[in-house]
């Protein structure tokens, strides 16, 4: 199972703030989470490749933006991730730093996919960055990653319980359960990317 745009990414480049990013030009959706969220498997079975985005046996190394080009207008983007459970100061300035600038100003964004472990969906820090983008009108999708983890009942248990939490308090999130080792949810994640990309089969 592969899509034919996602399959095609390739790397870019890495940028340290949005101004050595590539121009700001044609759509590009970017993915976020917490560093032990899964998001480098993530972007890997979203693009049937096995090391597009390296797997990190530490999580939380990846401190640079670091872009994928899907074809000559669309790209995907992976964030820094933003720290583990614990908010603090330092670490909420830290993340907000590498993400805000890319988050608020670049104009190529069309929308965020946040990944959460679907054994712990919607901690404070994952709020904080529901809060950030409902106030910037950003669309966003959540990913509960990691879906194999449960057995089906509480899986969707814990999936219809977070829908319902986002429809009452960010009526611009939707979500869905995630496999990447299972690759199960990859319909679905495709789905989104092709409405926000503006990118149709032909």
Not at 20 to 40: C, I, L, M, T, Y
Not at 112 to 125: K, N, S
């Amino acid at each position: 199972m592969q899509h034919p745009l996602y399959q095609k990414a390739r790397f870019m480049t890495s940028a340290p703030t949005i101004r050595q990013a590539p121009p700001d030009e044609g759509w590009e959706v970017a993915f976020a989470g917490r560093s032990n969220a899964g998001k480098s498997s993530a972007l890997n079975a979203i693009t049937s490749q096995k090391a597009l985005a390296r797997v990190s046996k530490t999580p939380g190394r990846t401190q640079l933006i670091n872009f994928f080009a899907l074809d000559g207008t669309r790209r995907l983007v992976d964030l820094p991730g933003y720290g583990f459970a614990k908010v603090n100061e330092a670490m909420r300035r830290e993340w907000e730093k590498h993400l805000s600038e890319y988050i608020e100003k670049r104009r190529a964004l069309a929308g965020l996919i946040v990944l959460m472990d679907i054994r712990h969906p919607l901690t404070e820090v994952d709020q904080l960055m529901l809060d950030w983008t409902h106030d910037l009108e950003l669309p966003v999708h959540v990913l509960l990653t990691k879906a194999d983890k449960l057995k089906r009942g509480p899986a969707q248990s814990t999936l219809i319980k977070v829908q319902k939490y986002l429809k009452e308090h960010y009526p611009h999130a939707t979500a869905q359960t995630f496999s990447a080792p299972k690759r199960a949810g990859l319909q679905d994640v495709w789905q989104v990317l092709d409405q926000w990309l503006q990118w149709e089969r032909n």
